[in-house]
């Protein structure tokens, strides 16, 4: 894991540096640059393999070839071998060296069998080509914008928007991303938050002509969803499940540090711990919980008992909430999630004790198991509205689900909109005119860029669609995003077996009729990886904070208007009300 930079043009050691400074945290470990007349590269660097000599950049051979590497290639190993049967010399042990080799060997297609999740700059000498890259779900990061200097065109990049903005770059915001942000709390564009600046798209490669100052982007992988087998058994999809994630947790084990792993007491990351469990794999597992009835760390330690972890928990109390200017300064982009603030706290916690932890993302994605997933909103709006009302009442008195949530969808005609536009509401929090209102200026159609994603994925069923789309945005940009950026404020490394490539593939062949609430991966859990079913057939939890109870501490530290945050005390008003936090101080860091 590290943080890289670079430019075209003139070197400027001034400049580079002011970069790799502001990633430090991204690589406490070395720091590494190259310069020519054409290009600087720099990296910040976290040793997770072969801790002497693979600091960077790597080149190849002859020297022609240079790169810049932030992630994990898992199957560094075999192409290693593969490439020196075909006669390429190594000087490390270290997975990134493969790329070199490999760009020798196929050019731009190297992606093609790099598994694992990375950010590269490779810049080739004698094409006069700079290539950046991002891995195929986006778990790594990658910012870069374009600029004329003297006649020419340049480009500029780093890991970090906050380094790309941390030397002579005029901030400005981005008020379309800002718009945007404020309707699902996340930035789901390829804009960023700051005008000017793009981020690399997962799956995408850019290459820069030097000569010419062309920039050249492409999709090399796109998640296909329609290749389902229809014709698959029950016992031939658990074991399709259970071949593909051992496999994909086995090679998520390659390190020479310290490795972990993140027990929530949920399906995904109890599957994960029991899969290492059964490979022999004595690591340590760590879990947060909170001193209120809805913690999880119960559920954790029967499963760390079961499998005879050696577990440790963690327990987070309203005082982190004071930490909220330091846990935002660590974003890139604003990111509303409240799951930001556990994450944070257990990154710094699990960093004292390993360098590297596996953790459960992706499970809901693979297995529908978020509730958008179910149709029971769609169930509640089909029933005569003289019959919702008094309905929610009754809700409310027992104290019984999100009523709030019903009485915003409510005030939104949810059941009069088309499936698009239904989706597309399901992962809004603030509407169009709340938007407005809030920016003080006429609001873009934000729900546009959910809507033609789903328009464009029509011939899916409905719950693929819903899939892709989470695939696309909520987990790039606003999961895999938190998860990069909250544990890399320790620099702690996070792995995510459920989001490998060739898993994620094999999962999308499994029909439907299995995959609903997550019942495959549950009953894989019980029946395949010998989980207690008091664990994991249970009421889904989910790795956030009380915010509810919470509230009062969190407006005590950062205080925003009320006015079109919260039409209550309901958790989504108070989700929303965190998001305009999150937003308040990420400005003020920014533009400080």
Known sequence: ????????????????????????????????????????????????????????PIHNEAGDVWVV???????????????????????????????????????????????????????????????????????????????????????????????????????????????????????????????????????????????????????FWELNLSAVDSSMSEEAALSLLESSLNEAVKLRLSADVPVGAFLSGGVDSSVVCASLSMMGAKLKTFALGFDSPGSETGFAALVASNLDLDHREFILSPDILRSMPEIVSSLDEPIGDPSIVPTWFLSKKVKEHVTVALTGEGGDENFFGYPWFNGGMNRYFKLPSLIRTPARAVLRTAGVGDVGALEWYERNQYGSLRFEQQVALRFAHFTRGEVSAILGAPCPDTRKVFEDTLVAQSGLPPQRRIARLGFEQQLANDFLAKDDQMSMASSLELRSPMLDFRFVEAVARIPDSYKRGKWLLKKAAVERYLLPKRAIYRKKGGFTIPLSEWSKDLHETVDVPLTVSQHGNDYRSVVRYFGLAVLKLWKQSVLA
């Not at 196929?106 to 991002?134: N, S």
């Not at 020419?152 to 002579?168: C, G, K, M, N, Q």
Request: proline share 3%; glycine share 8%; net charge neutral.
């Open 1 to 56: 894991m590290c943080g890289i930079a670079g430019f075209t043009g003139p070197p400027d050691r001034e400049l580079l540096k002011c970069y790799l400074d502001k990633m430090i945290h991204r690589g406490p470990d070395s720091e590494g640059t190259y310069e020519d007349a054409a290009v600087s590269l720099g990296v910040r660097r976290l040793r997770v393999i072969d801790l002497v000599r693979g600091d960077q």
């Open 69 to 219: 590497f932030n992630g994990e290639i898992y199957n560094y190993k075999e192409l290693r071998e593969q490439l020196v049967q075909r006669g390429h010399k190594f000087y490390t042990t270290s997975d990134t060296e493969t790329i070199v080799h490999l760009y020798e060997e196929k050019a731009e297609a190297l992606v093609d069998d790099l598994r694992g999740f990375f950010a590269f700059a490779l810049y080739d000498m004698k094409k006069q080509t700079l290539i950046l890259a991002r891995d195929r779900v986006g778990k790594k990061p990658l910012y870069y914008y374009t600029r004329h200097d003297g006649g020419e065109t340049v480009l500029r990049f780093a890991s970090s928007l906050r380094a790309l903005i941390s030397a002579d770059f005029e901030v400005r915001l981005n008020q379309r991303a800002v718009a945007h942000y404020l309707t699902y709390l996340y930035n789901p564009l390829e804009e960023s938050m700051v005008e000017g600046i793009r981020r690399l798209l997962p799956g995408h490669m850019l290459t820069f002509d030097l000569k010419s100052g062309e920039v050249r982007g492409r999709r």
